[in-house]
């Protein structure tokens, strides 16, 4: 049975939660989560609600036409989300395949139950035969300096076509124009070799390795104009020793990665990722 | 400003947290937090709500009365707490004092507002410096195996003098009888230095070195007649190593227990534990 | 170029790790890595040397006959590898393949560079396609508890057919024999989910939900006659908390025990565990 | 009885270790433990080693020059220590004393059995009454910005009288001199309170609540004339969360702090830390 979820942003005032909690009851709905967070610098409030819409008395189509009284009186910024219309989701890959690797199969084993990976697409060819193995479509675009805007339309189209409405950087190393970074407002996903903002841009391991620090870590972020700057989904970090050659960070880096782009997908997956400013509310 | 603070166990059925947030809402109430949690395997529904005490329309001692009817509706379980109210606390501790010492530094840093620390009892005298430095009465209350209830006796009578509601067992090494635990259900909170249930009882350690773990741990739980068995509200575990020996594990360990410890009874203070069988919900 | 990794195990006395960097020196080798450890309750000593064979003076075939004086002098234990030697390995698995699919990813992106992997063993048919996608040898044996024995003389005659030195037990759901189990002293690798002593035994997920601890773990050991209770090679935790289900347990945990797993082999594969009584060095 | 340790560090060749181990066993060495490192970037070899006095044939007095040959002919830097001979310790500190606090508990339950804190030094008043309750003396020296170089004078005065050579900025507020840096090379142990090298400078807490990291971090590092820059000791991270205030990254962050701390100074007091460019290696 289907539920709904609704993301709500406001400035923080009385009665918020007392009125969305008995906007669900009044129709029928049993809550199943409600989670709410107060920013006490920027007066901003947020909250999660989870319901179930057995025995709800509106009509899906109807609920928003329902809502916007409430949300026009506490000066919402809102979202209405259905666990039953999966998100379609597309994976940008290069030539390292761990993180696409990984995904495809928690994809198989019903670890991203609420996604479809509609497409994978690549600069290179390396992740072809794993791509095909898994039965998902594969779109090879090359990119350089020169054609990455025509690269983009030809992926803006193809991502278009298929109604992706989930972007994730598994390890694409190519930046984005700022054209199609703007088309997926909050929703592309990449996955940063480091713990930002430690070492932005190219190169972070061996970065890390000059500086010699204790810990790698790795951050999942929605991916903004400004490179390496968007807002923090999710981080993590593995300790490592003088030992460690710059091959050695890479290889257990890996293992954060997956873990790290893993959970900022799921969580995005189960609408429990807000945006506010440059920072997010998580409630996992 | 003192916040309300009321927690919910019951039935879970339809309508609850509306009922429940319309109560603070109708009634002035500026919720600050809601929690909740619905366990699927027992149909138990927990909840946990905050509210401003300012503007709140309903007296302190007049909330109780008027819940009641919604409570017998929903069959609750449920406590009121009141920020401004502290919690009386004792601490026991026998020879080592690692745990003690790092309580009373965050006691004295304020890391503790909603505890006054009204007792220190131990059945060795190593810990009267301490306790008489921070300006807190210290009774020394030797135990054998023979006197041990007539000695619980006087721990309790100074207890009750205190009006304490909060025992915690900072290392402490003596087993309290059944009639002790009985007069503080949920309410005595021990550190365990080990990974429950793992290393039962007496030297964990000893039995960690001997067994060759490549982690050790500490918890935190309540305290009931079985040993050791009490709900956990803690845990955490450090890396060791074959070079460890075991005064290498006792040393390591005490800096978990001291942080599991303090992690414990902060959420305790902060009413964001629930207990259900032999279970906690934490509303960390 | 090759280099030669010596393991030594003997009582401790003077002169131990002098006498072994010389041997190694006056033929020419260059020590690039020497670690030693005193365990000063059982008074044994451990050494790990590894050096270059490029100028080392005596052939690989006599080295052995060289060494004999220095080992029996102080009545060691010591085993010598070849990195060039892979380790031929059979992997065992039932019907989950997370660690099994991990361990093949690992193995073809080259971070296993010391095993060739022989065969994949199963007494289902689930790991079958990805055997067979990864150009490995698969091998269905069914294994009911009244053909058990038999069955394992079917897998001990594959083992043996493909001179398999290292057998490890991706989440292989069957208690091997006695019989089996000598077949490899310290030779089979196991991951039990669960951070061990707790949970022995089948359905540790399920046992660490109904005692509600708050962190899981993981657990690579030795597979000896007594049932989990091995030598440990690694361990790991990971928090959890009271809105984790038994499945979202063994999701999180799946993750733990693909990398503990990992961590177990590579550090067998480069010759850096040496077991004594029911515990293991660990040269990492 | 004593031990001597011996930190090398030289271009690596073949021959050194067993030359080493030789010197020593020759000499009566009953050799505890020995750890080498090669850096294959930088061609640099390191080493530790540390045996036993008892029986050794040397003098202390004589084994340098005794030393100095092999010394010479490898090209080695190199340090020699007594375990009998205590580091001398000075602390500074100004108004947050979590670190320091933590430090004397240590200090007075021998877990820095190789250190003597001779003097505690701050800037502000804070501190007096506990380093007078610990029987260390205290050193009041105001700083201001014209001033600086004035008090330093002071400071360093007050090292000299007592023979400090090992300098802890237990959350010193006040930036260092390059003169007073330069009187203590690899011997001025700095806490910065974050993951460096990200959020360097002041406010690191502040920093991180701004960008809405998901982890904190802790640093301990070797001060050099470039801020927050020198080598990296120790490091490590705790989980937060959008739910965390800065006064509970700040909180949170002090529970890292005193243990990244201690860990870095014990490395150091035990002669486990060799610097090498701006990295260390550190044979824990």
Redesign the interface.
Known sequence: MPHAILLISCPDQ??????V??F???R??????????????SGAFFMRIEWAMA?FTVPRATISREFQPLAEKFKMSWELYFTDVPVKMAIFVSKQL?CL?DLL?RYR?G?LPHAKIELIISNHHDAEDLAH?SGIDFLHVPVLAETKRAAEEIQLAALQAKGVNLVVLARYHQILTDQFIQQYPNAIINIHHS?????VGGSPYAQAHQ?????I?ATSHYVIEALDQG???????A?I???Y?IHDLI?EGQ?LER?VLYRAIRWHLERKVLCYG?????F?
Not at 211 to 215: A, E, F, I, S, T
Request: charged share 25%; aromatic share 8%.
């Open positions: 009385k009665g918020i939660t007392a009125a909690t008995d669900v009851f009044k029928g709905g049993n809550i199943l989560d409600a989670a709410q967070h107060a920013d006490a610098e025995g761990h690797y199969f084993s670890q193995q713990f930002l903002p430690a070492f500086k010699g620090v204790k810990l870590g807002p923090i989904i999710e981080q993590d970090a300790r020793s003088h030992r050659a290889e293992d873990v440059n920072k997010t509310v998580v996992e």
